[in-house]
């Protein structure tokens, strides 16, 4: 009986410390210790065993079924309550069923498929931890049959997409995007306590390791006051046992873009979080127009011109923000109104998000002069056609002429054109005004009334 209580002390020991030195396995702080943690310490250092530990989801992490997966991908064995009562592997060696408690937290690497004797279809795997292989049987069918499914194979967690997940994300700044995280509340179990946060919150990461099954990637974040949280999200869900119309409702919050968004993510500016991009460069992905603080007159915008973002104004009574940029070869002030939730835009053209993107645009060579005229919105002779772009912005109409020549025609706001005449070396040799075609008539149709959603302050209070 003594004999029976050493072993199972020390195999809990032995459970605990390779727990806590495994680098996939991560707590938020003020989970307790318990004594048997104290004790795998202690007799962790009397042995001194010591185990030293890029559209962003699309671009980095990738879904892999059972059908593809390929030799050498690693997954850790983390099983929940219903896992420790059916066991999922066998000893290769033996024939014999294991237990998932003894294999918990080891990481198994695959190895391929085989069909045994009696024409049961195996997935086999070779324990990292202790060098041993095993295999999980397929309860029926083919592996082929079996491989194209949702199901995988139970109790792994994919620990590709925790690598990638740990190199990308640790010490990056995110924003929470729902209110419910966790908090650990035992050093050497599953324990944990749900609490309630900001939404839109701004936050660092500071460790990522692995969550569960389902939800592979631990990711635990750190606010402004020091309080740390955490959220096990799946991100590619690779062998997650979880179908895709299954991470609705309350499990949104289990996808990486259901939790956080990226702050260098242009496409994630929102009316919480848009102090952060002040002081940023983007350029223009689209013409646009934007109001031309020295001119007072609205200005054509070609694509690739590169501003400063100087100011961000939402709005009171509408979803649109003010935006004010300077243009960074004229240093002129530019404003546009714009939408910057996306989910929120009526039409294409108003989203923030599709007219910038972030980043430096195209640099154009002017002289001082050039930029003087380009300022008042004037096209001068010997303009490039860069230079006319800033100055009127893409031509609505282009005209082929002799010996290479050719001119651009912009309609302009008074019924007027303005006719850019071009040599066949590219420069502007005249410049005229003409009136244009007699404005077309839209009928008036009345706007629909609906609601995109209601605004909701930082506390959740209604607008």
Known sequence: MRRMIFTACMALAFLTVSAQENPYIVKTKGAK????????????????EVEE?????????????????????????????YDLVVKTFTDAATGKEVSSMPLKYKIMVYKGHHESTDGHARIDFLCQDNGKSYYYEIPSGSFEDYCYTKTGV???????????AREKL???????????????????????????VDKDMEVRVIAVGVGSRSFPVKIIVEDKDGNEFFQNVAISKTNSGMRDDEFIMDNTKYLFGGSFEMVDDIMAINSYNYRVYLGKI??????TKMLNETTKKVQ?????????????????????????LKNTTLGTYFYCDMVLDQHRAEKQD???GYIFAPGPGKKVKTSEASRAMIRAGHVGIGFSEDEVMMAAGEPDMIEHGENGTYTWIFNRSNNKQLVVHFTGAGTVDKTTTK???APVKSPSVKRPNSKMGKKVMKNGTPL
């Open 33 to 48: 210790k318990s004594a048997q943690t104290q004790m795998a310490d202690e007799l962790a250092a009397a042995q001194q």
């Open 53 to 81: 530990a890029k559209d962003f989801i699309g671009h980095n992490f990738k879904f892999y079924s059972l059908c593809d997966w390929q030799e050498g991908m690693k997954f850790m064995v983390m099983p929940e309550k």
């Open 154 to 164: 139970p109790t792994l967690a994919y620990l590709g997409d925790v690598d990638i």
């Open 170 to 196: 640790m010490g990056r700044t995110l924003f929470t995007k729902t209110q419910f995280f966790r908090i650990d509340t035992e050093y050497d179990g599953e324990g944990f306590q749900d609490v309630v």
């Open 282 to 287: 983007i350029h223009t992905k689209y013409p």
């Open 300 to 324: 054509a915008i070609p694509r690739l011109a590169e501003y400063q973002i100087e100011a961000i104004n939402p709005h009171k009574n509408d979803d649109k923000a003010t935006l004010k």
């Open 350 to 352: 108003e989203y923030f």
């Open 435 to 437: 009136d244009g075609p």
